[in-house]
């Protein structure tokens, strides 16, 4: 079955500086890729995917990249605020029923 | 639109007792997953149906876990007996599956406290 990684678990930033987490996947058939981000105490909520004919996506602050190649896209957050702060969540979808893997989650710190 | 729907919010048992958690998905979704998410951890399929047949149901825990889901809508979810690592917030998240809207929406979870 799909096996993604997700690093770094926990992750420091200045407000003002940029974001990235990486996520790694096994299963060359999987075609979407979604973040999700997760307040505490709260459930998770979509942000941004991308599928696989895809190699980058962005949206405002947030942009999505996809290497199918090395098998590992990526969550850039531009020019964070205190409010970025969450655990950041990514997962693949492969098969032809779409099942879904979760990555471990990284809990983003945006220090003022 | 309304939201899915989870109940209950809350629930304490002590273990080897019993437990279900109901939930409703978005109005047309045919698609609806259970997750475990045991805090600090990524959520844990644990299965997934489509309309009311099951997809996936790789990590359920077949010995002490059930689900079902009733006419393709409502599903419900049953821990018997429970054991204290059962301890986590349930998820149940919908979609519609089309093949442009994979988008999961996620209820606000059943978190459930074994002693």
């Known amino acids: 079955g799909e096996n993604v990684e997700q690093h770094p678990s926990t992750l420091s930033v200045q407000e003002g500086d940029s974001a990235v987490i990486k996520c790694t996947y096994s299963?060359?058939?999987?075609?979407?890729f979604p973040w999700y981000k997760q307040e505490l105490g709260k459930r998770p909520q979509l942000i941004i995917d991308?599928?696989?004919?895809?190699g980058e996506k962005k949206d405002q602050r947030i942009a999505v990249t996809l290497n199918k190649t090395a098998k590992h896209f990526s969550l850039h957050i531009t020019e964070t605020q205190p409010e970025d702060s969450a655990v950041y969540f990514c997962a693949a979808y492969s098969g032809g029923y779409q099942k879904v893997t979760f990555g471990t989650g990284t809990k983003l710190q945006v220090i003022p | 639109e309304a939201g899915v729907a989870q109940s209950p919010r809350y629930k304490i048992i002590e273990k080897r007792q019993s437990v279900a958690f109901w939930c409703n998905p978005i109005s047309g979704h045919a698609t609806l997953y259970w997750y475990q998410q045991i805090l600090g951890q990524g959520p844990k399929l644990l299965i997934q149906f489509q309309n009311n047949g099951v997809v996936d149901d790789s990590q359920l825990p077949k010995d002490r876990f059930s689900a079902e889901r009733l006419k393709g809508v409502d599903s419900t979810l049953k821990i018997q007996p429970a054991k204290l690592e059962d301890s986590a917030v349930y998820l149940c998240?919908?979609?519609?599956?089309?093949?442009?809207?994979?988008?999961?929406?996620f209820g606000p979870g059943t978190r459930l406290t074994v002693t």
């Open positions: 998240a919908s979609s519609l599956r089309r093949a442009t809207d994979y988008e999961q929406y």
């Open positions: 991308i599928r696989s004919n895809v």
């Open positions: 299963d060359s058939a999987s075609n979407y």
